[in-house]
Nanobody
Framework: QVQLVESGGGLVQVGGSLTLSCAAS????????MAWYRQAPGKQRELVAN????????KYADSVKGRFTVSRDHAKNMLYLQMNSLKPEDTAVYYC??????????????WGQGTQVTVSS
């Protein structure tokens, strides 16, 4: 089992910055993919950024490229999302996700409880 706790959300003005953190505990593997998703009111949850385990390669949604940076600290089992040049459309609940494969190759997804980010104009 994996437990995830996000922190760092809050209210920020347009153009401001925030850093989200996700503390992972339990059976975290270095090969797990970790990701940030977000869900705005009335919209579907969408991928913001993810980062792989081994090579630590990352992928971003087009809407955040160049503004957000995802990073991972394997030693501390932490995931971060540095968000710069925030826009009102970035307002959402941000969720941390761990994608883990078991020994037969089945994927198990673990979600945090979410942290609210509100960007005021």
């Amino acid at each position: 089992q994996v437990q995830l706790v996000e922190s760092g959300g809050g209210l920020v003005q347009v153009g401001g910055s925030l850093t989200l953190s996700c503390a992972a505990s339990g059976n975290i593997l270095s090969t797990d993919v970790m990701a940030w998703y977000r869900q705005a009111p009335g919209k579907q949850r969408e991928l913001v950024a993810n980062i792989t385990g081994g090579s630590s390669s990352s992928k971003y949604a087009d809407s955040v490229k160049g503004r957000f940076t995802v990073s991972r600290d394997h030693a501390k089992n932490m995931l971060y999302l540095q968000m710069n040049s925030l826009k009102p459309e970035d307002t959402a609940v941000y969720y941390c996700l761990v994608e883990q494969l078991d020994w037969v190759g089945d994927e198990h997804d673990y979600w945090g409880q979410g942290t609210q980010v509100t960007v005021s104009s």
